[in-house]
């Protein structure tokens, strides 16, 4: 059943998490995809362009409240104990989530008058999967404990709540730098969904309470819905063919069957020579899900008081068997899933960044130079907050860094960031332009390195560009 097939993929990825957000490369200007987190940002290149596949990597794992290393550490304990700790720890707002980026190919250039230009076109498209799934807790408690130990508790339904999406993103963006204190920018985007999963809008409860006909009473209030897009062509593929799964999942990469459209916004105001301040907010849209849909809902309520142990007279010719296949229709026919095509649209998660900043440490100029300004300060500390909206609310992180340039065509950024993993998340990225060739590494929560399955999260970005007159 295909049904079946969806909830096991889902139960597979649940086992990791990752997010979204990119406080490293946030505000790192010597590496031009900072643009896509705020299209408003400065810019100190007159263009560039992405190698194709490898101009940006994003892989960011992590789990809240949880861990591998909590269910398989070798500590004389068995799986079940450490497993029954982990979900009487966890709860419904506990999640976990993916996002993977790979940028296909991205590409930019200044444009204006000779003398100054001060305005900035980029574009580019990549690929992006995001997933995210809150801890089923009442559904994994059923399960451990039943209902015979749980008379007169509702089990709620709603905890069931998840969102996988696979997409491209094919974007447009414009900066300009209006004077010397203020930039802004704007970026739209068109989202093709390859495939998506919902199942967001879940209500109702079971309950067990003390029965009049028999020993228990089985309430069901039941509003329960998974909606999917992309996926029942591909899992319902009869010949089998991974090949035409490819062919088909190549078509949509691009203005494929179901559409959407974004709107990123973004500014960087400054305050003083040394002090400025940076906002965005991103993916601002939605993807209609209209072609390929196969939904699935359950909707009821009825009481359900057992099965009567007494046999009732069988008829004629009637086995044991029989009976009881009779029992079993009655009772499947009490869970009847509907299947529809409905038409549905899921919204982007929208998300914030904002940063407060601050420079110092002048670059000392050649005494020869006579017409040089001040000079660029080599350093800056600042404070960054990053926010996404979620389905069961919004998830928020705070960043405090430390930026060096070392050198012109070397530069060097620090983090600390508390966020729903951990409160001891220490970060650093390296830029490097050699010949115009800018090649940039960022790493997240390099204190987990040292047992990495004890991790609630894991960063990684790479990535390889050419920048063409790099002012700096």
């Known amino acids: 059943m295909i049904l079946k097939k969806i909830l096991l993929v889902l139960m597979l990825i649940s086992g990791i998490g990752y997010a979204q957000n990119k406080q490293i490369l946030y505000g790192f200007t010597e590496t031009p995809q900072a643009l896509l987190l705020n299209p408003g940002g400065q810019i100190n290149n007159m263009g560039y362009f992405g190698i194709p596949l490898v101009s940006h990597m994003h892989l960011n794992a992590g789990s809240s409240n949880v861990s591998v290393f909590d269910f398989f550490v070798n500590d004389g ?46 574009f580019g498209l990549y690929q992006e999967f995001d997933f995210i799934s809150y801890f089923p807790k009442d559904y994994v408690v059923l399960a451990l404990e039943g209902n015979q130990s749980n008379i007169g508790r509702p089990f709620k339904l709603d905890h069931l709540n998840l969102n996988v999406d696979v997409l491209t993103v094919l974007h447009l963006g414009y900066n300009k730098k209006v004077n010397e204190k203020f930039n802004f920018g704007v970026r739209g985007k068109i989202y093709s969904s390859v495939f998506n999963i919902n199942s967001t809008n879940n209500r ?36 089998d063919d991974f090949t035409e799964d490819i062919k088909t999942i190549r078509k949509r990469l691009l203005f494929g069957e179901n559409l959407g459209l974004g709107l990123d916004v973004g500014f960087t105001k400054q305050i003083n020579k040394q002090l400025y301040w940076d906002a965005s907010v991103l993916d601002l849209g939605f993807v209609r899900h209209s072609k390929n849909i196969e939904n699935y809902e359950l909707k009821d309520e009825f009481t359900f008081e057992g099965i009567d142990p007494l046999f009732p007279e069988s008829q004629d010719n009637e086995s044991a068997d029989d009976f009881w296949s009779e029992i079993e229709e009655e009772f499947e026919d009490l869970f009847e899933i509907d299947t529809t095509q409905t038409k549905y649209t899921v919204w982007r998660p929208v998300k914030l960044n904002t940063s407060l900043n601050y420079a110092f440490g002048k670059k000392k100029l050649k005494d020869c130079d006579c017409l040089a300004d001040e000079g660029d300060y080599l350093n800056r500390v600042g404070a960054q907050l990053f926010m996404i909206k979620r389905p069961r ?60 399955y004890d991790s609630q999260h894991v960063s990684l970005q790479l990535g390889l560009n050419y920048i063409f007159k790099n002012e700096n």
């Open 77 to 122: 304990r068995n799986f079940n104990l450490k497993f029954r700790e982990a979900v009487n720890r966890l709860d419904a707002n506990d999640f976990t989530t993916i996002t993977q980026q790979l940028e296909i190919f991205s590409g930019g250039f200044a444009f204006g008058p000779s003398y100054q230009k001060n305005e900035y076109i980029s």
């Open 204 to 239: 109702g409860a079971f309950t067990t309470v003390e029965g009049e006909n028999n020993t228990y009473n089985h309430i069901f209030n039941l509003d329960l819905a998974l909606r999917s897009s992309g996926v029942a062509n591909l899992i319902n593929d009869e010949n």
């Open 393 to 452: 609310g919004i998830q928020s992180a705070l960043t405090a860094y430390y930026y060096r340039r070392v050198f012109n065509g070397l530069s060097v950024k620090a983090t600390y960031t508390i966020d729903s993993y951990t409160y001891s998340n220490i970060g650093f990225g390296v830029s490097s332009n050699l010949w115009g060739l800018n090649i940039y590494a960022m790493a997240d929560n390099l204190l987990s390195y040292q047992n990495v």
